[in-house]
Nanobody
C-alpha cells in the first residue's frame, strides 16, 4: 500500500506559477505516476502522467504550460504549472498506478485576481 501526500497548492494570480509536490511512502520507481484535477462541479480529469521510464503525456488543456517530473530517489513527483488560468482552479490529486491505484487527499489550487 502506498500513501501519497500532496503539497504546494495555494492562491495565485492569472499568469502566475505554482509547483506541486507529491511524496510517496514507498518506492515509486516502477509505477506510473499522475496528476489529476477536479474543478468545482466537474468530474475529476487527468492533467498529466509520467511512466517509470520518464515518458510524459498531458491533457490538451495544460500542454505547453504544465510539466510533470519525478525523482525516484526521493519518492517524489512534481507538477510545475506556468501561465496559470482561472480555469486551472481545482483540487489537484496525485495518483500512483500499478499494482492497484492509490490517491492522495489533494491540494487546492486557486487562480484568481
Amino acid at each position: 500500500q502506498v500513501q501519497l501526500v500532496e503539497s504546494g497548492g495555494g492562491l495565485v494570480q492569472p499568469g502566475g506559477s505554482l509547483r506541486l509536490s507529491c511524496v510517496a511512502s514507498g518506492s515509486i520507481r516502477f509505477n506510473v505516476m499522475a496528476w489529476y484535477r477536479q474543478a468545482p462541479g466537474k468530474q475529476r480529469e487527468l492533467a498529466a502522467f509520467i511512466t517509470s521510464g520518464g515518458n510524459t503525456n498531458y491533457a490538451d488543456s495544460v500542454k505547453g504550460r504544465f510539466t510533470i517530473s519525478r525523482d525516484n530517489a526521493k519518492n517524489m513527483v512534481y507538477l510545475q504549472m506556468n501561465s496559470l488560468k482561472p480555469e486551472d482552479t481545482a483540487v489537484y490529486y496525485c495518483n500512483c498506478v500499478g499494482p492497484g491505484s492509490y490517491w492522495g487527499k489533494g491540494t487546492l489550487v486557486t487562480v484568481s485576481s
